[in-house]
């Protein structure tokens, strides 16, 4: 109904740019849909797809079109009203993890499932006990509450709203999300790098040694550090993880296979949705864990950039990127958190699996209205300066 209420709807002044850089995206897309629909379907085999290739190709094609839409009807929204509701968003977050931890340990899971909660999906325990455990909290799983976590940690900073600032960050330890956890603290150093101020540089030291220091007294900030390690190949750090690395090795694979898929074909790619087909037509496919064979598992890129490229071709990945850039030429001019929030999502995304994860846009909606551009000309101000001098004299 929004969508339909935007483009019909009177508006004033023209949509932003960046908007008119996703149409032209948007293009690509639908043509690299029509051209797969005009060759025909792969010969599979179809792993994951409860849909005929041609109905799931359309899905495709229509969800980009719809993000595109929210993108554009997001970023007429005023920072403030933005940041409010981001705020709010980061305590529903963190009240849906409290409620999944504490209905878990009371062990009725049918309780979260008739809610609509993802129990299927489990991780290490935190607690050092071996045990699968849920991470997700109200998203279908942790790498996608580290995205939203993280990001917002970023947010509520900005506001100086400390409190839900922990509360993100609370959720961003549930999450056990590595390209979470590692975001934020690169982006941080970063910050504290591109503003070498010396409060800057003690808050930094600061909170480091505050960290430091609570791992000797916080077995559970123990066991996520050791198992981030762990899971980017320093196993020595969590050497009662079995199979740490296993995550890693699976997104090398898949990034290697997407890269190919990109570059054969590299003016329409393999069509929307169809990263899961062509993946197993890639002999490199055969090292993916068992599980990937089952036929209820769908391949996905696991990551914005490949996914675009792999899906839509080499100039539709350029297309986004030009889109980032134009994002980061208002941000850079914006405060150093929300400058920061933009950071973490060009390496958040990096993992992410999908480029139309809806949390995606709604962040880069929100950077974008954090940096409005001066919408007054200077010629129009150059008019109003004598009267208003006039005025002054009098």
């Known amino acids: 109904m929004a969508a339909i209420a935007f483009v019909f709807a009177r508006r004033r002044g023209r949509s932003p740019r960046e908007f008119l850089t996703l149409l032209v995206l948007l293009i690509f897309v639908g043509a690299s849909a029509g051209y797969h629909l005009l060759v025909g379907s792969p010969s599979g085999p179809f792993y994951g797809y409860v ?11 229509a969800y980009p079109v719809f993000v595109v839409i929210m993108w554009r009807i997001l970023v007429d929204v005023p920072p403030e009203k933005f940041r409010s509701a981001l705020r709010i968003a980061i305590w529903v977050c963190f009240l849906g993890v409290v409620l999944q931890i504490a209905l878990s340990e009371l062990g009725r899971v049918d309780l979260l499932e008739s809610m609509g909660y993802e129990t299927k999906i489990r991780s290490e325990s935190l607690d050092g006990s071996g045990e ?7 998203f279908t799983e942790g790498q996608h509450l580290g995205f939203f976590a993280g990001f917002s940690v970023f947010v509520a900073l900005r506001m100086r709203a400390y409190l839900s600032a922990v509360a993100a960050a609370l959720s961003l330890v549930y999450s056990q999300s590595t390209t979470g956890v590692v975001g934020v603290v690169l982006v941080i150093a970063v910050l504290v790098f591109l503003r070498p101020s010396l409060n800057g540089v003690l808050r930094f030291l600061a909170i480091v040694v505050a960290l430091l220091a609570s791992l000797n007294f916080i077995p559970v900030l123990q066991n996520l550090f050791a198992l981030q ?5 320093l196993s020595g750090f969590a050497g009662h993880v079995d199979d740490a690395t296993t995550s890693l090795e699976v997104r090398t ?4 296979i997407a890269t190919r898929m990109m570059f054969e074909n590299p003016l329409l790619g393999v069509g929307p949705g169809r990263f899961g087909i062509f993946y197993f037509e890639d002999p490199q496919s055969s090292q993916s864990p068992e599980w990937y064979f089952s036929g209820n598992n769908r391949a996905i890129a696991e990551n914005v950039y490949l996914h675009i490229g792999s899906e839509f071709g080499v100039i539709a990945l350029v ?17 150093f958190m929300d400058l920061g929030a933009y950071l973490f999502i060009l390496i958040a995304i990096l993992t992410q699996s999908s480029w139309t994860f809806i949390p995606v846009w709604i962040a880069l909606a929100y950077v974008f209205v954090a940096s409005p551009l001066n919408p007054v000309p200077n010629q129009i101000r150059a008019r109003r300066l004598p009267a208003e001098l006039g005025r002054s004299r009098t």
């Open 51 to 61: 849909r005929s290739p041609n109905a799931d190709l359309l899905l495709y094609t």
């Open 229 to 233: 390690f762990a899971k980017l190949g």
């Open 253 to 256: 694979l898949k990034s290697d």
């Open 132 to 138: 699968g455990t849920m991470r997700n909290g109200t």
């Open 319 to 335: 297309i986004f990127v030009i889109f980032l850039f134009q994002i980061f030429r208002r941000v850079r001019r914006a405060g």
